[in-house]
Antibody, heavy 123, light 108 residues
Framework: QVQLQESGPGLVKPSQTLSLTCTVS??????????WSWIRQPAGKGLEWIGR???????NYNPSLKSRVTISIDTSKNQFSLKLSSVTAADTAVYYC???????????????WGQGTLVTVSS | DIQMTQSPSSLSASVGDRVTITCRAS??????LNWYQQRPGKAPKVLIS???TLQSGVPSRFSGSGSGTDFTLTISSLQPEDFAIYYC??????????FGPGTKVDIK
């Protein structure tokens, strides 16, 4: 079955760019009716959707983060990536990658998820 | 944005109890509502999609209902592994996709 695994630096300095990669195994990132997504969760808090990428090349971002976020895909490596610029301590969180499945009836849900990776923004 | 609220924010229950969690959307989202379970230190796991469709492998003690703005997740007989945080998520609008604040279920 499809599995996702996040990777990237666990510590980022304020004002710098956070960069994470999600490696997809057990299936091709280019096939199927899927959106590849990033979600984050500050410690002890709820879930915040960051954005998603579709095989057509279209992207959708959370308006609250849109000016700082870029999601891109490397089909040759079966990976997708997140870049979040100008980070502050408020961006400290566990970052998850997830597949957003889409049914024929237009229903969507996140499954599977990566295990998550903690990114701390601190000098 | 479509705002999602959940009640209660936390509850204490015993093994075998029937538990009900409510999720409310700030506008009608038809049946575009998913439920997730998150155990400590783990990623969320989808339980129910489209308000009432049980995902593969999820025990039948979990059920979902509702449409429009009001939704319910019910656990018919709480098991030890069910102590976790439960989140609802609307998939009606992508601008942005939003989650509820979560309901923590712990042991009485």
């Amino acid at each position: 079955q499809v599995q996702l695994q996040e990777s990237g630096p666990g510590l980022v300095k304020p004002s710098q760019t956070l960069s994470l990669t999600c490696t997809v195994s057990g299936g091709s990132i280019s096939s199927g009716n899927y959106y590849w997504s990033w979600i984050r969760q500050p410690a002890g808090k709820g879930l915040e959707w960051i954005g998603r990428w579709f095989i057509s090349g279209s992207t959708n971002y959370n308006p609250s983060l849109k000016s700082r976020v870029t999601i891109s895909i490397d089909t040759s490596k079966n990976q997708f990536s997140l870049k979040l610029s100008s980070v502050t301590a408020a961006d400290t969180a566990v970052y998850y990658c997830a597949r957003y499945s889409s049914s024929e009836r237009g229903e969507n849900w996140f499954d599977p998820w990566g295990q998550g990776t903690l990114v701390t923004v601190s000098s | 944005d479509i705002q999602m609220t959940q009640s209660p924010s936390s509850l204490s229950a015993s093994v075998g109890d029937r538990v009900t969690i409510t999720c409310r959307a700030s506008q009608s989202i038809s049946s575009y509502l998913n439920w997730y379970q998150q155990r400590p230190g783990k990623a969320p796991k989808v339980l129910i999609s489209a308000a009432s469709t049980l995902q593969s492998g999820v025990p039948s003690r979990f059920s979902g209902s509702g449409s429009g703005t009001d939704f319910t997740l019910t656990i018919s007989s709480l098991q030890p592994e069910d102590f976790a945080i439960y989140y609802c998520q609307q998939s009606y609008s992508i601008s942005p996709i939003t989650f509820g604040p979560g309901t923590k279920v712990d042991i009485k």
